[in-house]
Nanobody, 115 residues
Framework: VQLQACGGGLVQAGGSSRLSCAVS????????MGWGRQAPGKQRELVTT???????NYADFVKGRFTISRDNAKNVVNLQMNSLKPDDTAVYYC??????????WGQGTQVTVSS
């Protein structure tokens, strides 16, 4: 399984950015895709997930600002980020979980929010 993320870059506070991740390989169609992030000096944290049945979950710190979506036919997961804050600066990783314990992470893409 491989996860390839794209998007991100430098954006001003209050602006928007969109990330996309293509997931390839062999895995169950029943799964959870999502995004995590890791800021410098901090642990990786889960930002949002979406099941193959379209149930979503968001961390409190992004609720109302970030929106996850996915295309099950193409195995793509997207993250629309609005009202970005400098605290959102981090490397963002796309995520796939199959079952309870098979977890895969992408290579990460940098998002930098300037104040």
């Amino acid at each position: 399984v491989q996860l390839q993320a794209c998007g991100g870059g430098l954006v001003q506070a209050g602006g928007s950015s969109r990330l996309s991740c293509a997931v390839s390989g062999s895995f169950s169609s029943i799964n959870v895709m999502g995004w995590g992030r890791q800021a410098p000096g901090k642990q990786r944290e889960l930002v949002t997930t979406m099941t193959s049945g379209s149930t979503t979950n968001y961390a409190d710190f992004v609720k109302g600002r970030f929106t996850i979506s996915r295309d099950n036919a193409k195995n793509v997961v997207n993250l629309q980020m609005n009202s970005l804050k400098p605290d959102d600066t981090a490397v963002y990783y796309c995520y796939l979980r199959v079952g309870a314990s098979k977890i895969y992470w992408g290579q990460g893409t940098q998002v930098t929010v300037s104040s």
